[in-house]
């Protein structure tokens, strides 16, 4: 018998006739903030939706990220009705901090260049994704396959048809989901995105961020650091809690060693590398390290297919763009599902034009993020004269710092319509 998973935390499962699913309109592959969000964005739609992950429910709200989300994405979680939800789980930061090595040209971006009441939000991956399971949880028309792995997904006519194998089956049993749109967004990996013989492009930097959460002594200013060292940017990110989140970007070897010492240890090597106004580190976390990349597919979509989020480019993390350029893909995709006639739904030409749109957006903040990484993890002399004399433009000259900021707050860019 082939078992399906409800959408509630229990993960009760309900039996259904063996090896044929219930068809759908859109098959989202993968459940990550990326994957939930889309099927929130479409919970109102009237269209069936199936949300597939492979990972188990209660394993997948373990992962320890956490994310900077920029005003664009406040927009789109407005936009999907889940913002006053999703708020209260985020730590606003009003102020961010630019510094490079030891110089002493700092540059302050605050909300008031902005226009906003926050630069940006940060919030951990278990209290994103929970807060949009629970909205889901009342969405009639979104089924959630979980944990079920998809093993392939073949066109036939005007439908895709994934076979689906689910870990509730003792025996593994194979079973078939039909759907108008299948939406990879299984991660950077993307087992789907391989299946559909997509190749991705890019690059390895040869560096590793080590992660770590840093509990402070006492309340401080709530500011985001961006600190750029010849061995790569360290962003530190302010939690709820009186905590703060460092994303370390080292070559490979030195991050694998850093990452493997003991919390003393841990500390009096990240100690020079931060903020000396920050407060006094009571606790520092478990670490973990994961390398950088740039990637994009060279198109997301094919016939009955889409990829979106990690599943379709990555970016190196300076600037915390990465979830952003997702989200603002969901948003994209959402609004060009809702406008295409049902029978029309999953047909090519109804997503080139998410491609056309989505593709040099994301390929535009790709090559900002690879540059910045570029020019400020070196020592060579000529770039250290060009990036300073950046830091100096940026500080001194005001509507090119707003610029900036606008364009890293995702504003710049028209938004989906």
């Excluded at 789109?76 to 985020?90: A, N, Q, T, Y």
């Excluded at 707003?402 to 860019?413: E, I, K, N």
């Amino acid at each position: 018998m082939v078992m399906i998973s409800a959408f509630a935390p229990s993960e009760q499962s309900l039996v259904y006739s063996p090896q044929e699913l219930p068809a759908v309109d859109v098959a989202i592959v993968g459940a990550g903030i990326v994957g939930l969000s889309l099927a929130c964005a479409l919970r109102h739609s009237g269209l069936a939706i199936a949300l597939i992950e492979a990972t188990p429910y209660a394993r997948e709200n373990t992962k320890g990220q956490a994310y900077v989300l920029h005003q664009v994405s406040r927009y789109f979680f407005e936009w999907i009705g889940v913002w006053d939800k999703l708020l209260p789980h985020l730590q606003p930061f009003e102020l961010t901090q630019l510094s490079d090595e030891g110089s002493p040209l700092t540059v302050h971006f605050s909300a008031e260049d902005l226009g906003t009441a926050a630069i940006g939000y940060v919030g951990e991956h278990a209290a994103i994704a929970e807060t949009l399971q629970s909205v889901l949880q009342s969405a009639s028309n979104v089924t959630f396959y979980c944990p079920w792995r998809v093993v392939s997904n073949e066109v036939k006519g005007d439908r895709a048809q994934l076979t689906l194998i689910s870990a509730h089956s003792a025996e593994l049993q194979a079973a078939h989901l039909t759907a108008r749109l299948v939406v990879g967004a299984d991660g950077g990996k993307s087992p789907l995105r391989q299946q559909m013989g997509i190749e991705p492009k890019g690059w390895k930097y040869g560096q590793s961020c080590v992660v770590a959460t840093l509990n402070v002594a006492h309340t401080q200013p709530v500011m985001a650091y961006e600190r750029f060292w010849p061995t790569g940017p360290m962003g530190v990110l302010p939690l709820l809690g009186n905590r703060y989140r460092v994303v370390w970007t080292l070559p490979h070897e030195r991050a694998e060693a850093v990452a493997a010492l003991d919390d003393r240890a841990f500390l009096a090597e990240l100690q020079p590398y931060l903020d000396p106004l920050m407060a006094e580190i009571t606790a520092v976390s478990d670490r973990f390290l994961f390398p950088t990349q740039l990637m994009q597919v060279n198109s997301y979509v094919g016939d009955r297919f889409v990829v979106i989020g990690d599943a379709a480019h990555r970016c190196h993390p300076v600037g915390g763009q990465g979830l952003n350029l997702g989200l603002r893909d969901v948003w994209a995709l959402a609004q060009q599902i809702l406008k295409t006639p049902l029978e029309q739904l999953g047909a090519r030409p109804s997503l080139v034009q998410f491609h056309r749109q989505r593709w040099w957006q994301n390929a535009l903040t790709l090559g900002f993020t690879d540059m910045l990484n570029r020019l400020f993890s070196n020592k060579w002399w000529p770039l250290v004269a060009v990036r300073r004399c950046g830091l100096w433009l940026l500080r001194t000259v005001l509507p090119l710092k707003r610029l900036v900021l606008r364009f890293m707050a995702g504003l710049l860019l028209p938004l989906p319509r």
